[in-house]
């Protein structure tokens, strides 16, 4: 089994004083947060004309980097894939014509501010804007940073009314911002009341506190949110640099409690485009009982251009990974669609060709073989009851058509119907 290393803190002198009691302390690392230069400067070598890329920068974005994530940083190199998602680069600054505030419509998708309902049957509930760490390739760089504050209670009223009027919702999302930066109090408080609607299934919870602050994982975090099973806590890991000893006993301690752990990476220029970075990465997650769920393609958010990859790196990535390695390992491929379209999986084409009867398929290896259909193809249904419960059919979609609910789904505006 691989050795995991303890982040050697007391190497940078800005930390060398620090008790291991204060190193352990998740409210210590947010009250010493990096969040200017000359505190930058005792961490790592910063040039001249990079101090004045900075300086422009924080005019216009925060920074803030947990002593702990600052400490996985090389101390040298520019290109260090930690460094790169921590501290602010000029490209910050550049806005090209494909970017948007809101390319996922998380806004034009919220029925009540801070929930987005996207899909049928489960919602994203955004209750805080603050984060320990303000990821340079953030997403909702729109919001977290910018206000840096929790959810007002009058406005989680309106989410929770929401919810409880909306049976469909079976599965909440806890994200934000970060919502681990509550305190276990105030946090127990939230999940208390999503587990007490009763149509609610699951709860998720998004957080990169493994990753940027694993001391955030307290034994008393995981005993109260165990209390609330079933719950499923997604984090975001993105290079195997970021896997450490610390991060490694968070995770644990997640798992033991009962928390199914997932990992959504995004996809990020010169941090982690490369197969066998990735395929790295899925390996050492396995390792600390993290399985790969996504790997996102880097949204149209503002000022985020400099770390977009193309699309078929993404590709590019599960083609070296689906075959070559263990299935578990192998995360889905999305585009988070512009325009609130939602998640899209890409994968390399594994169907050939086809004809009625066979369908020309390849393996990993590129073997090219076939599958022989059965004669009698049309399922014998009608034998249970399951599809008389409303909850189970579609309401919308290709699915929608499949099931014979609709022929056929247009555009509303085409143009040759006002002829
Ligand atoms: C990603 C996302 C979800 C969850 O999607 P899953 O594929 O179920 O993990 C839900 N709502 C919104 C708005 C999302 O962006
Ligand atoms: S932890 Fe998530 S929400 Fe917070 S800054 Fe990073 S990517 Fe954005």
Not at 174 to 185: E, M, V
């Amino acid at each position: 089994m691989k050795k995991y290393s303890k982040v050697k803190y007391s190497d940078i002198p800005l930390f060398k004083n620090i008790s291991e009691e204060d190193w352990k302390d998740w409210k210590w690392h947010l009250r010493n947060a990096i969040r200017d230069i000359p505190t930058l400067k005792k961490i790592i070598e910063v040039d001249k004309d990079e101090e004045k890329e900075l300086e422009k920068c924080l005019q216009k974005f925060d920074m803030s980097i947990t002593p702990y994530y600052a400490a996985l940083m090389d101390k040298k190199y520019k290109r260090c894939p930690v460094r790169l998602q921590a501290v602010p680069r000029i490209q910050e600054l550049e806005i090209s014509e494909n970017d948007y505030i809101d390319p996922l419509h998380e806004v034009a998708d919220s029925p009540v501010f801070g929930l987005t309902h996207r899909y049928p049957d489960r919602v994203l509930f955004l209750v805080t804007h603050m984060c320990s760490m303000y990821c340079r390739h953030c997403t909702r760089r729109r919001v977290v940073g910018d206000l840096d504050e929790h959810l007002s209670e009058q406005h989680l009223n309106k989410c929770f009314e929401y919810i409880q009027n909306h049976e469909e919702i079976r599965d909440v999302l806890i994200s934000g911002g970060d919502p681990l930066t509550f305190g276990d109090d105030h946090l127990e408080q939230l999940i208390k009341r999503v587990r007490g609607i009763e149509h609610v299934e699951i709860i998720r919870i998004g957080s990169r506190m493994p990753v940027v602050l694993p001391q955030r994982i307290t034994d008393s975090l995981v005993d109260m949110l165990k209390k609330y099973h079933p719950i499923y806590l997604n984090t975001h890991f993105n290079h195997p640099m970021e896997i450490t000893y610390e991060s490694k006993v968070a995770c644990e301690k997640l798992a033991d409690a009962g928390m199914s752990m997932g990992n959504q990476s995004v996809l990020l220029k010169d941090v982690n485009d490369c197969p066998f970075i990735m395929k790295k990465l899925v390996h050492e997650l396995l390792m600390i009982r993290v399985k790969p769920y996504y790997i996102y393609q880097c949204d149209l958010s503002m000022g985020i251009g400099h770390f977009r990859t193309s699309i078929v790196k993404g590709m590019e990535i599960i083609e070296n990974l689906r075959g070559h390695t263990t299935g578990m390992a192998v995360p889905t491929f999305v585009v988070d669609a512009p325009g609130g379209g939602g998640k899209i999986p890409i994968m390399p084409n594994y169907i050939l060709s086809q004809s009625d009867r066979r369908l020309a398929i390849r393996n990993y290896e590129g073997i090219i073989t076939t599958y022989t259909q059965p004669k009698d193809v049309i399922s014998d249904c009608g034998q249970c009851h399951i599809c008389d419960d409303e909850r189970y059919k579609p309401l919308d979609g290709v699915a929608k058509l499949l099931c014979g609910e609709r022929l056929y789904l247009k555009p509303e505006n085409l143009k040759r119907r006002k002829k």
